[in-house]
């Protein structure tokens, strides 16, 4: 999600200055991208100069100025809630691409590289699982209390746990699922250790390709050029 996007949503709910929508983002997210306020009032300047937000008045007594979504903000926000997630602008994922040239690249340790992530990743998975019991447990003693469950205050809060909750289960999946695509990867080089022909020899069998690829090249350039130069001057 862009920090765009994650703006225009708040502003649909009404006008906040820059440090109300950055505390509101980060809370609402549980501060997994945080966020600074030079940032915010870069982007909302960015919003106003394309015309979907605007500043509700002149600054406040501590200089603060309130923006509100325009029409087409709000039209924007709305079109944002009912379309997919574009997954190719997705990042790149540095693990995956770390493992892919580990492979290639002589003298690497691919193993060692897989079982160090893999005791990293299940760290953090162990981060993330007491993070959530302990949201939980907010919520449970929450529920126990006399506080009124209709109260606006109370309905907040419970937003924000469940907001909290929904994040930290996506990052849950992701490192498990990550865990596992790991345990593949082992398995997949214990394999590939096994056969008649070892990964070292595959970096010379692909430097061995691509020099022919650039020979076969460089010849059909030659060939063009000569062909090029001989109606140059059959012309003449």
Same mark, same amino acid.
């Given at each position: ?115 160090? &992530? ?14 959530? &019991?302990?949201?939980?447990?907010? &919520? ?97």
């Amino acid at each position: 999600m862009s920090v765009k996007q994650g703006l225009m949503a708040l502003l649909a709910e009404g006008p906040m200055y820059g440090a109300q929508l950055r505390v509101e983002f980060e809370e609402r997210t549980g501060g997994t991208w945080p966020l600074n306020v030079g940032q915010v009032y870069t982007t909302l300047n960015r919003l106003e100069r394309d015309g979907l937000v605007e500043a509700t008045g002149e600054a406040d007594g501590e200089g603060r100025i309130s923006y509100r979504l325009t029409d087409a903000g709000r039209a924007e926000v709305r079109t944002w809630w009912t379309t997919p997630v574009d997954r190719d602008t997705t990042p790149r994922n540095e693990l995956t691409i770390k493992l892919a040239l580990a492979v290639t690249v002589p003298g690497v340790d691919v193993q060692a590289v897989a079982q160090t &992530q893999r005791t990293s990743t299940l760290k953090h998975l162990h981060d993330l699982t007491r993070l959530k &019991q302990q949201v939980m447990r907010k &919520q449970c003693d929450a529920e126990k209390s006399d506080q009124s469950p209709e109260a606006p205050q109370a309905e907040g809060a419970a937003n924000h746990d469940l907001a909290w909750l929904l994040v930290l289960e996506n990052l849950i999946f992701t490192a498990e699922a990550e865990v596992r695509w790991l345990d593949h990867v082992e398995t997949r080089l214990h394999r590939e250790s096994l056969r008649p022909f070892p990964r070292s020899g595959a970096t010379g069998e692909v430097a061995a390709r691509a020099a022919a690829e650039e020979t076969a090249y460089r010849r059909e350039l030659e060939s063009q050029q000569q062909t090029d130069a001989s109606q140059r001057e059959a012309r003449r």
